[in-house]
């Protein structure tokens, strides 16, 4: 071994200290104007590679030549780059004023990003600290009440449970109303939104920033998928600095927030017994002769107190070079239904490199698993009803029986002959039955960004997501009904595969000392690939193995398995010219051909065009300094829905089983479908006009939209007439085609206002508000006929929705409800005045349109009191008009016991003389459908930032919070943000035995290092 000279050696560390000598550790503390620390603030030498950013207290620390002056440069996103010259060693003290005279903040926006100044589209941004307020499973339930002209919409109170955003209002019947999502530049849609929640697999303390494109301007640019708006969503990246750790923990309690005021023992006996009485009917022969002893409350047996776990851990960083952002997060929600809840792991791991001066890459990778156990919800056909649904038979479940029985087996809910059948025991349901979804999924992509020339830029990227579910059931074999004494399991997998090729080139250049101009134009491939397999089996000897071997059953149906592929091929192209930062003007265009369509329809344009004129900028302006930002926007423009399912244009056939005459046995047949050459996009041209204000240096800032939405060539199932056969399933009857049948037309009007009252050092004061209004019309069906929302023969939904010219989509359409006469029995408006044995008849030709599910206004806003370490933040928000289909009411207060179960208390005041009569005209009307207005206390949460002497410890802010806390309605069922059959049904404004929300109180800090 060849030994380094001494001499070389001592050489080598006065070099190493010579360069120590020569730097200096300087420190200091960034604030804004009032003095509040400001975090995430780059700090760099000028002239050099030498940066670092503040940490979450504004101090910051950087090594600097240690003789001479020292300039050092300020910068962050909303406020003014300041230079810094010093030329000492103590710690430093940099304010930074707000820039918003500029309007500098940065929203995402479709292949790019604008100056929140520029814009000349409707575009709604939401910051991820914002969104880090609320413990919540999926990012759209921390966008609630905080955007206007954005519905967020609650399918169920199940955790991990859909979530659904309606963009100002529906325009669609069969081709789908939620919008695209944008990951990271992958745009999908988010699929099931009644069952499994797929934006739930990501973890939203991982996100940057949410935006809400609304109307053409900003939507036309991802063209024929942007009809329902686009949701934006970028995740976070590291910044240059020390590292950053940051550990986030919190856990709470959740409670029922209602319960539902349900008959005991004594008041179902009674009532049952009048029933008899008043209808003139001998008691059955096992009434009991006496009120029974057992009195449950099955509210109280299956709802539970159930706790939430929330944890996630962060660590970022880097150079001027290399950043890097890496994650990993763990949810565990309990429902508060015995053994439903969520769980979710997740990973991230975000990198920026800059590997040149003329490349960088940016990585974006998360893998993430989610277990739901749910609570059998109602499917609305007839094998899962009402009753046969987990929440059904807590509310139906009889009072006189006990839980269990004396020898520990599980009590039958319905004892008595004169009963029905289709209730379980409730308890037995949660926690005997497997009901679970196993979701995983592994997102990610690399955008590879050379710089070709100044000001010009190309951009490649590559996506892909693996999105996989595992659907396991099993009704155990002591549900007499769902398990049928025998067991009855299902599974199901279901893999889907997407990949997305882009590449698009972008140019700047200021054209002149006045004009500006920006230009993009590119391809996209985006190819998707969906796997199905649904098993069937039941006779089990046990429940041991539950869905887990199905060679075990004595009876098995034939698997169901599908493969759905589809594509989508893109140019696109924008172009933005900015004068004098006064006068904006903005076009784009996309061709897409989509696979989904027909051989004559597969490629639609979708253009836009868009202006603004910020006026605060002209000269004749400058007198009015209090005006700081005044700009008037107008946009034109089309985009359109594919949301169809692949494959429904073309003449296909299935396999059926069918009978060739007695005694011939079951032969396989082959069912045509029926093809529709002509089948194309649904196209929604969109005119928005709009206001932008700010006053006071932007302390008071208000802005307006109006918009008309008008959509043509509606896509729904056509029946036809019975001389075109029998199709294969395209629809769920016979005879049944998908075409292009009609217009919808929404016109609407958005505020956003917001207010920064007081702002000094001890003291901030602000507050945020949102308010929307959508009028949704129907201008034209195929013929102008009524189309019918309900699904099929099997539909056991209770939604007596129609879609009819000059009235919103899917009114509801039902008789009456009169009063009662003086037996107590049920009145209804006869239209054609028809009669049998003296009474009205009342039928399917009485009906008439008796309310609508949307509301009218939709509102929101976000108080923020900051006191020196204390700040006091809440999210209140409501809706206005809009009427709920109360399927609950409907079954729970029906007078007759005869297959029947227990009922709600109100029962005693809709039939205060029960009776056989009353019973026969019990049925759907407006007496069912309730107001859905509300008032709700979203979130409230207090911040406290414990004062720190550590060096290790950079930030500790502890907190109390809780969601739901205050509701105000006059709805009488769990909870008015409720709608069983949301996502892309037709069936709206229902509360079929959903799933009801809760009560939640949190308790968590954040520590930063």
């Known amino acids: 071994m060849r030994l380094i000279p001494l001499p070389v050696i001592m050489v080598l560390l006065l070099t190493a200290l010579s360069t120590y000598a020569q730097n200096k550790r300087l420190t200091g503390k960034v604030t804004s104007t009032d003095k509040q620390p400001l975090a995430g603030v780059s700090i760099q030498l000028k002239g050099s590679s030498v940066v670092t950013t503040s940490a979450d207290n504004g101090s910051f620390s950087l090594s600097v030549p240690a003789t001479g002056s020292t300039v050092l440069v300020f910068s962050s ?254 949810f565990d929600q309990q429902g508060i239904v015995r053994n439903s809840g969520y769980k979710r792991g997740s990973l991230r791991v975000n990198l920026d490199n800059r590997l040149s001066d003329y490349f960088s890459l940016a990585t974006r990778l998360t893998v993430s698993r989610g277990v739901q156990d749910g609570f059998s919800p109602s499917q609305g056909d007839n094998t899962r009803n009402f009753g046969k649904s987990g929440m059904g038979s807590v509310l139906r479940a009889l009072p006189v029986v006990p839980v269990r029985n004396p020898d520990g087996t599980y009590a039958d809910v319905t004892p008595y002959g004169f009963n029905g059948i289709d209730a379980e025991n409730p308890v037995a349901l949660a926690e005997e039955t497997l009901d679970r979804n196993t979701t995983t999924r592994i997102q990610g992509g690399i955008d590879l960004k050379a710089t070709i020339a100044k000001g010009l830029t190309n951009t490649t990227r590559v996506s892909g997501d693996y999105y996989q579910i595992r659907r396991d059931l099993y009704f155990p074999r002591i549900l007499p009904r769902l398990g049928q004494a025998a067991g009855v399991a299902e599974l199901g997998n279901y893999d889907k595969t997407s990949v997305l090729l882009e590449d698009f080139l972008e140019y700047k250049k200021d054209l002149t000392q006045d004009i500006a101009l920006e230009a993009i134009a590119g391809m996209s491939y985006q190819h998707e690939r969906l796997n199905t397999t649904d098993l069937l089996a039941s006779g089990f000897v046990n429940d041991d193995l539950k869905n887990y071997s199905f060679s075990s059953a004595t009876t098995v149906s034939k698997p169901v398995t599908t493969l759905i592929e589809n594509t989508i091929i893109s140019a696109f192209g924008r172009v933005r010219f900015n004068v004098r930062d006064r006068y904006l003007v903005s076009a784009s265009i996309r061709r897409d051909g989509a696979s989904v369509f027909a051989e004559n329809n597969k490629y639609g344009v979708f253009p836009s065009v868009s202006a603004a004129w910020r006026i605060s900028e002209e000269n004749f302006m400058q007198q009015f300094h209090w005006i700081s930002n005044l700009k008037i926007r107008g946009s034109w423009g089309e985009s359109g829905n594919p949301a169809i399912r692949p494959y429904q244009s073309l003449l296909l056939g299935r396999a059926v089983n069918t009978s060739q005459g007695a005694g011939t046995g079951i032969v396989v047949g082959l069912a045509p479908t029926f093809p529709n050459p002509n089948l194309k996009w649904e196209t929604t041209a969109q005119t928005n006009v709009g206001l932008d204000l700010g006053l006071l240096n932007e302390r008071i800032r208000f802005s307006f939209d109006y918009y008309v939405k008008k959509t043509k060539d509606l896509l729904a199932l056509v029946q036809l007439p019975p001389s075109g056969g029998v199709g294969a399933g395209v629809g769920t009857g016979a005879s049944q085609i998908i075409d292009n049948v009609g217009e919808v037309e929404n016109k609407g009007w958005e505020i956003g206002a917001g207010a920064t009252i007081l702002n000094n050092e001890d003291w901030t004061v602000s507050i945020d508000l949102n308010f929307s209004g959508n009028k949704n019309k129907v201008l034209k069906t195929l013929d102008n006929k009524d189309v019918p929302t309900q699904t099929g023969g099997d539909d056991a939904s209770g939604a007596v929705s129609i879609i009819r010219p000059g009235y919103p989509l899917s009114v509801f359409y039902a008789p009456k409800f009169t009063g009662l006469d003086k037996d107590g029995v049920p009145t209804y408006q006869n239209l054609n005045g028809d009669s049998s044995n003296g009474r009205p008849v009342i039928n399917g030709s009485d009906n008439q349109i008796i309310g609508s599910p949307y509301p009218d206004l939709t509102y929101g806003f976000t108080p923020t009191i900051r006191y020196k370490r204390f700040t006091l933040s809440s999210v209140w928000a409501g809706v206005s008009g809009g009427v709920i289909n109360n399927r609950n009411l409907v079954e729970l207060t029906n007078p007759s016991p005869v297959n029947q179960f227990n009922k709600l208390r ?55 919070s809780a969601q739901n806390l205050l509701t105000w309605t006059n709805y009488s069922g ?33 520590l930063t290092f």
């Open 906 to 960: 109100a029962a005693l005041d809709y039939y205060p003389r029960p009776s056989q009569t009353a019973a026969n005209e019990h049925r759907t009307s407006d007496r069912y459908l309730e107001d859905g207005s509300f008032f709700r206390l979203r979130n409230i949460r207090l911040d406290y930032q414990v004062p720190l002497n550590s060096k290790a410890i950079k930030n500790l802010n502890v907190y109390v």
């Open 77 to 330: 996103v909303g406020y003014e780059t300041k230079e810094v010259t010093t030329a000492g060693d103590g710690p430093i003290e940099v304010q930074l004023k707000g820039d918003a005279k500029s309007l500098t903040d940065v929203v995402v926006v479709g292949y790019g990003t604008q100056r929140k100044s520029d814009l000349t589209g409707s575009v709604s941004s939401l910051r991820g600290d914002k969104l880090r307020e609320m413990p919540v499973v999926s990012v759209e339930q921390a966008m609630s009440g905080r955007m206007p002209g954005v519905q967020v919409q609650q399918t169920s109170g199940q955790p991990g449970a859909g979530i659904s955003i309606r963009i100002r209002g529906v325009s669609s019947i069969a081709g789908g109303n939620e919008p695209l999502y944008v990951i990271d530049g992958l745009p999908q849609f988010n699929d099931d939104v009644r069952g499994v929640n797929g934006l739930a697999t990501i973890n939203p303390s991982d996100i940057e920033s949410i935006e809400v494109l609304k109307d053409a301007a900003a939507t036309a640019i991802y063209g024929s998928r942007g009809a329902n708006g686009v949701v934006m969503v970028t995740t976070r990246s590291g910044k240059a600095g020390v590292p950053r750790v940051v550990f986030d923990h919190s856990v709470g309690i959740q409670k029922l927030r209602k319960k539902l005021d349900m008959m005991n023992s004594e008041e179902w006996y009674n009532y049952t017994k009048a029933y008899y009485t008043n209808s003139g009917l001998a008691l059955p022969g096992d009434f009991p002769a006496t009120v029974p002893a057992a009195n449950t409350d099955w509210q109280d047996e299956t709802f539970r107190t159930a706790l939430l776990l929330n944890n996630s851990i962060s660590v970022s960083g880097g150079n001027e070079k290399s950043r890097y952002y890496v994650s990993g997060g763990y």
């Open 974 to 1006: 769990f909870d008015p943000e409720v709608n069983s059959f949301n996502g892309n049904d037709r069936r709206q404004g229902v509360d079929l035995a959903a799933y009801p929300s809760s009560k939640t109180f949190n308790l968590g800090f954040s």
